[in-house]
């Protein structure tokens, strides 16, 4: 993440057409591939090409133009650079968390053919696509499980040999048994087999659906490099993997050793292949996972609606806030100096920021501001730049996401046991032609982002301006140096004399007035950022 790449480099990249001067894409990826801003999706709320109620491939690849349209100029579209997509694969189950087939796409979203036509039509637009890799378990109904349970309700046979003597192979002929961490004592976290009679049980740490894989066994493994190398061929770019902690219950190290093999098997298929962890967890465990290898863990000490971001912009403590970007990013570096950050706000299973943020636009921008200009690959949840709410049951932080209040094209049905779905006071159509809206916002703010290099991959130091409310610190990133500056209170300040040799880049105004530098001045109304880059 911190490593220099020349002045030369960036201009040979420009000279070769890397980053199109007319139409400026992104600055970012054109240094390292694997750096992206990313946009999560629920395949099934998203938006619907077929007209059956459930969002599909076709529909996202038919959106295209809303999540990146080649051109940063645009006010139509996110001009995010990386797709996150939500499990995908068939499942019993409408969050598709627990996978029947890891070689297929889920019927209701398409065909695997659907999944290669998008990832091709993303790759035009300089878009990355990562999918939800999910191995800590399958679902009961997967045939690797059903048949070794079949086994063990067989028993075992004489035969010591390779042949079995039962029709249905036994327990000791049937390779799927020890794909599965099966026992005779009952324990916690592990579910009875039926038909056994209480003689065997299986760790289920989730739920009985989601029977745990045994990880140590070089046939799982085998069979995980050939199900990496299979999506990677037919053209994702990298997974997100799903309840990396859970790999091995209560045992970090074994969870680090598998992250790293894993991450070692799939850049030794494809080199620059992105790895994003699930690390639902504290820090220093995250930093720990980091050892690793894997490129990015998510952030979650400072997302979540109770983590360090939200929590900051709502009691407007900018200066601490500053000060734990600065040592997290410290710490993170220590640990991997590739390692890529990956903050958010909120994601499906959490309730929506919105909601946290009191259903303040200025609140909900200024958050907005604060992570995306954070370094790393910042995730945006569908639906959050639209100011989106849903909370309690997972099905509400699921639901459909709102194109437009007058158009219903391409609407898709909510998750079915959703409890409370409320309606957004404007959709995508009416945000656009709000230049004030929350949509027009995250559009400005990753424009700025994707244009400054040194935002991204710069080292973190922060600044004490006088001011508890002001988040601010400079991103420095080889010659060049940014300084990032956030007024989360509600009254204006005029920082003195901080900014020597600054100019103002961008002033970005969550609710009254933009940001000015008047000679070394800087005056931030309430809620605004500035960004400057030193001249």
């Given at each position: ?8 480099i ?29 946009y ?60 029947t ?28 696509v ?54 005779n ?11 056994t ?22 046939s ?12 990677l ?62 490129d ?50 909120t ?29 790393g ?11 989106m ?11 459909s ?25 404007a ?46 610190y ?49 005056y ?9 880059e030193?001249r």
């Amino acid at each position: 993440m911190k490593r220099i790449i020349s002045a030369v480099i960036l201009i040979s990249l420009l000279l070769c057409g890397c980053v199109q001067a007319s139409a400026p894409t992104d600055a970012v990826a054109a240094i390292d591939p694997r750096v992206r801003t990313y946009y999560e999706i629920f395949v099934a709320s998203f938006y619907d090409s077929d007209g059956d109620g459930v969002g599909d491939l076709k529909g996202i690849e038919e959106k295209l133009d809303y999540l990146n349209d080649k051109n940063l100029n645009s006010n139509g579209s996110l001009h995010v650079t990386g797709l996150w997509l939500m499990p995908i694969m068939p499942s019993p189950t409408y969050h598709k968390y627990d996978v029947t087939d890891y070689y297929s796409v889920d019927e209701e979203y398409g065909s695997l053919a659907d999944f290669e036509s998008l990832c091709a039509a993303c790759r035009e637009r300089g878009v990355s696509v990562i999918i939800d890799l999910v191995l800590n378990h399958t679902s009961s109904e997967h045939e690797w499980f059903k048949s070794a349970c079949s086994s063990l309700r067989a028993g075992e046979c004489e035969n010591d040999g390779d042949d079995c003597a039962f029709s249905t192979p036994c327990a000791k002929h049937n390779d799927y048994v020890g794909y599965y961490n099966f026992s005779n004592v009952n324990q916690g976290g592990y579910t009875a087999v039926s038909g056994t009679n209480g003689g065997w049980y299986y760790e289920s740490r989730f739920w009985s659906g989601m029977p745990d894989l045994n990880l140590d066994n070089p046939s799982v493994r085998a069979e995980i490099e050939k199900i990496v190398e299979f999506w990677l061929e037919k053209g994702a770019d990298g997974f997100r993997l799903d309840a990396v902690t859970s790999y091995y219950t209560g045992s970090n190290e074994g969870n680090t050793e598998f992250l790293a093999w894993l991450t070692d098997t799939a850049k030794g298929i494809k080199r620059d292949a992105y790895l994003v962890a699930e690390t639902w967890t504290d820090s220093s465990t995250i930093l720990s996972l980091y050892e690793s290898g894997v490129d990015s863990c998510f952030n979650f000490p400072f997302s979540q609606n109770d983590g360090s971001i939200i929590s900051a912009v709502n009691t407007q403590s900018g200066s601490a806030l500053a000060k734990s970007i600065e040592r997290w990013n410290a710490a993170l570096s220590f640990e991997n100096p590739d390692a890529i950050d990956a903050p958010f706000l909120t994601n499906h299973d959490n309730g929506r920021s919105a909601g946290a943020l009191k259903r303040d636009l200025a609140l909900e921008k200024q958050a907005a501001a604060v992570y995306l200009l954070m370094p790393g690959n910042p995730f945006i949840y569908y639906g959050e730049e639209i100011g989106m709410t849903g909370s309690g049951k997972d099905e509400n932080k699921r639901a459909s996401f709102t194109w437009s209040l007058s158009d219903d094209t391409g609407l898709t049905l909510s998750p079915k046991d959703a409890d409370r779905v409320e309606t957004v006071s404007a959709g995508v159509a009416e945000q656009l032609a709000d230049k004030n809206s929350l949509l027009r916002f995250y559009i400005e703010v990753i424009r700025v982002r994707n244009s400054l290099p040194a935002v991204v991959f710069g080292e973190v130091a922060a600044l004490d301006t006088g001011f508890d409310t002001v988040c601010a610190y400079t991103s420095s990133y080889g010659e060049s140096t940014v300084a990032v500056v956030h007024n989360l209170g509600d009254e204006a300040v005029e920082i003195p004399s901080t900014f020597e040799g600054y100019s103002l880049y961008a002033g970005l105004s969550c609710g009254e007035g933009k940001p000015r530098l008047s000679k070394e001045n800087l005056y931030l109304p309430p809620n605004s950022t500035a960004v400057l880059e030193k001249r």
